[in-house]
C-alpha cells in the first residue's frame, strides 16, 4: 500500500505561482511513474505531468511549457510547479504513482485561479 498526500494548493490570481508538494509513504527511488493529474469540475480527469524512475518527463501539450514537475528522493517528495496560471488551470490536483502496474492516488487539492 502506498498513500500520497498532497498540500500547496489554493487561490492564486491569474499571471500567480504555486508549487504543489506530494509526499509519498515509501522511498520513491524506483517507483515506476510518478505524476499530476487534474480534474476540473464537469470534465474527466486528465494528465498534467508525469516522471518515470529514469528521470524522463511527460506533460500535457496545453501546458505550453508553464509546469515543470520534478522530486526530492530524500523527502521522498514529488512537485509540481505552476507558473502563469489561467483560470482554467482550476482543478482538483491529484498526485498518482504507479507500482507494480497498480495505481495510487492522493485525495486531491483544490487550485483555484481567479481575480
Known amino acids: 500500500q502506498v498513500q500520497l498526500v498532497e498540500s500547496g494548493g489554493g487561490l492564486v490570481q491569474p499571471g500567480g505561482s504555486l508549487r504543489l508538494s506530494c509526499v509519498v509513504s515509501r522511498n520513491i527511488f524506483g517507483i515506476n511513474v510518478l505524476g499530476w493529474y487534474r480534474q476540473a469540475p464537469g470534465k474527466q480527469r486528465e494528465l498534467v505531468a508525469t516522471?518515470?524512475?529514469?528521470?524522463?518527463?511527460t506533460y500535457a501539450d496545453s501546458l505550453m511549457g508553464r509546469f515543470t514537475i520534478s522530486r526530492d528522493f530524500l523527502k521522498n517528495t514529488i512537485y509540481l510547479r505552476m507558473n502563469s496560471l489561467k483560470p482554467e488551470d482550476t482543478a482538483v490536483y491529484y498526485c498518482n504513482a504507479v507500482v507494480l502496474k497498480i495505481d495510487y492516488w492522493g485525495q486531491g487539492i483544490q487550485v483555484t485561479v481567479s481575480s
Open positions: 516522471i518515470t524512475a529514469g528521470g524522463s518527463t
